[in-house]
């Protein structure tokens, strides 16, 4: 278009200028066309192009002289014209029109464009992983006496009302025990997990641009959950252990867990907790980011800032119910006494075999009510912390 129009401000044009467009390129373009090896008829068949192809010391099979045609939409009449060729030819930019015809077609043809490198910028995926770190916190600091009140209930035979009666024992010392390793696990796995999580979704998209979008955030949880959780794990191990009164402090777990179990003690339960948490975020951020759109689609506009939190906790909630199980198995495995050699498939045959189907479902109360206001802050307080810091970023002068 460029080349045709009659002026630089011109946003068209008109038939004269592509008539003359024509008469300055036709010469080049015909010397072009009977350079190479025509049949007698004046047209390229496939044998006449594997000829070319071989003497311009070019791939000289089959499939390159049918991808040629193909290239020009003449498959099905099994020959290419002069004006096939013109017509491809007149698209190309001025300066391919001298080079040797032969490489010209044959690169559109056959050789397959690669992507540019993919990438990732780092500030907006630094921003991304302190939302997260920052929003879990927060939410951990606030809801930790549920959680410890969820692990008693796992790690004992008492039901949830029997351990609620026993919370003025427990006073309010005991309800956050385990806050601090709790706080600086979720700070330092979450901000990973979200950081990857952002980072998997822009590679994802360029790579693979057809993706749906339930895909690119499953295998973006995946990816980023795996990695985020075996970060957490050893502050797991601290905070269940004092949640569940086995050490009376974070310097006495440490020490304590180093001395009956050595370096795996602090790895104990990963497999539960990774069966956990992969369905968990891969669910719980699918959900999310599928309701939002459903909620925006009924409600015909976006969603304000006090319904993408309850989309966050109804999503975060309905997934932690699901996963209960697996957090049943990895309590009861983190707060086996030390020294103890344990693995899921015992714990989950001596659940069943004690205490039933129902046994698995241990804490999915208040499990529940923990996830739920986490899920807000975790998911809905994680993309809003994230707009703000995008915002503060494009203020700043």
């Not at 049918?66 to 300066?95: C, Q």
């Not at 025990?177 to 994802?204: C, D, M, N, W, Y």
């Not at 980023?224 to 905070?239: H, N």
């Not at 009956?260 to 990774?274: C, E, Q, V």
């Amino acid at each position: 278009m460029q080349r045709a129009r009659s002026h630089l401000f011109s946003k068209s044009f008109g038939w004269k200028q592509f008539l003359s467009l024509m008469e300055q390129q036709e010469p080049t373009i015909l010397r072009a066309y009977t350079s190479l090896c025509l049949s007698k008829s004046g047209t390229l068949q496939k044998s006449e192009i594997l000829t070319s192809l071989k003497n311009a010391g070019l791939p000289a099979n089959e499939d390159n002289a049918v991808a040629m045609m193909r290239f020009l939409d003449t498959d099905k009449e099994g020959s290419i014209s002069y004006g096939h060729f013109r017509n491809f030819m007149l698209l190309l930019p001025s300066d391919r029109l001298h080079d040797d015809p032969r490489n010209v077609w044959f690169e559109a043809a056959t050789v397959v464009a690669v992507a540019p490198p993919v990438e990732i910028p780092a500030g907006s995926v630094l921003r991304s992983a302190l939302a997260g770190g920052l929003s879990c916190a927060l939410s951990t600091s606030l809801m930790h006496p549920i959680d410890t009140i969820k692990t008693r209930v796992q790690a004992s035979t008492l039901s949830f009302p029997e351990i609620i009666a026993k919370l003025p024992e427990i006073g309010v010392r005991g309800v956050y025990k385990g806050s601090i390793p709790a706080i600086i696990g979720q700070f330092s796995s979450h901000g990973l997990r979200t950081g990857i999580f952002e980072a998997s979704k822009l590679v994802l998209i360029n790579v693979a641009p057809t993706l749906p979008d339930i895909q690119v955030q499953s295998v973006a949880s995946f990816c980023s959950t795996v990695l985020g959780t075996a970060v957490r794990i050893p502050c797991e191990v601290l905070k269940q252990r004092l949640q569940a009164g086995l050490f009376d402090n974070v310097g006495g777990a440490i020490i304590g867990t180093w001395q009956h179990d050595g370096l795996k003690g602090f790895f104990r339960g990963t497999g539960a907790t990774l069966c956990r948490e992969v369905p968990f975020y891969v669910a719980g951020m699918c959900l999310y980011e599928e309701s939002k759109k459903l909620a925006r689609h009924l409600l015909g506009r976006e969603l304000e800032p006090w319904e993408t939190i309850f989309v966050g906790a109804l999503s975060g909630g309905l997934a932690a119910v699901t996963t209960t199980p697996f957090d049943v198995m990895k309590t009861r495995m983190m707060t086996a006494p030390p020294g103890r050699p344990i693995s899921m498939s015992m714990v989950a045959f001596s659940i069943l075999r004690r205490e039933g189907p129902l046994g698995l479902f241990k804490g999915a109360v208040p499990r529940f009510f923990w996830i739920a206001p986490l899920g807000a802050m975790n998911f809905a307080g994680y993309e809003l912390a994230r707009k703000a810091l995008n915002k503060s970023e494009a203020i700043v002068p």
